[in-house]
C-alpha cells in the first residue's frame, strides 16, 4: 500500500497468509503476479505508471465478471441477486470500511488501518452509514 508515501507494516492473519499461499512461488519480486519480473521499475515514476496500468486492466477484468455473472442470474443459473453498483479495487477499499466499521472498528481504528492522514477522508469513505450502526452506537451509550 503507496496512499501518502508512508511506510506500514502489518502483522499477517491466517486469511492473508491462505491468499498469499496461493501466489508463493510465482515470483521472486512481487507478491502478485501482475507486473513482469523482467522490467526495470528503479524509476518511480515508470513504476507508477505500469501499476495504474495494471490497475485498470484488472477493474476491465472486474467489469466483464460482473457481466457473466449477471447473465448466469438472469438465465437462473446462479441463485444470487445481480450486481448492480461498480466493482473496482477502489470501491473495496469503501466496502471494506464499512465492513470493518460494521464489524466494530471505530473511525479512528479504521482511519489507521486505511492509512488516511485525516479523519475527514475517512468518513468519506463511510457517507452510506446505515441506520443500523447508528442503532448499535446508542446502544453503546444508553
Known sequence: MNKNDKGFSTQLNDHQREILSRYSGESEDFIFPFLDCDNDYSDPIELRRQISSKNVLTNRNLKKLVEI???????????????????????????????????????????????????ETTQKYLKGLDEELADKAMKKVF
Request: a positive charge; proline letters at 2%.
Open 69 to 119: 455473472l449477471n447473465e448466469k442470474v438472469e438465465k437462473k443459473e446462479l441463485a444470487a441477486p445481480k450486481i448492480t453498483e461498480k466493482v473496482s479495487f477502489h470501491v473495496s477499499r469503501h466496502s471494506f470500511a464499512q465492513h470493518a466499521v460494521e464489524s466494530g472498528l471505530d473511525l479512528y481504528e479504521l482511519m489507521q488501518t486505511l492509512r488516511h492522514s485525516k479523519l
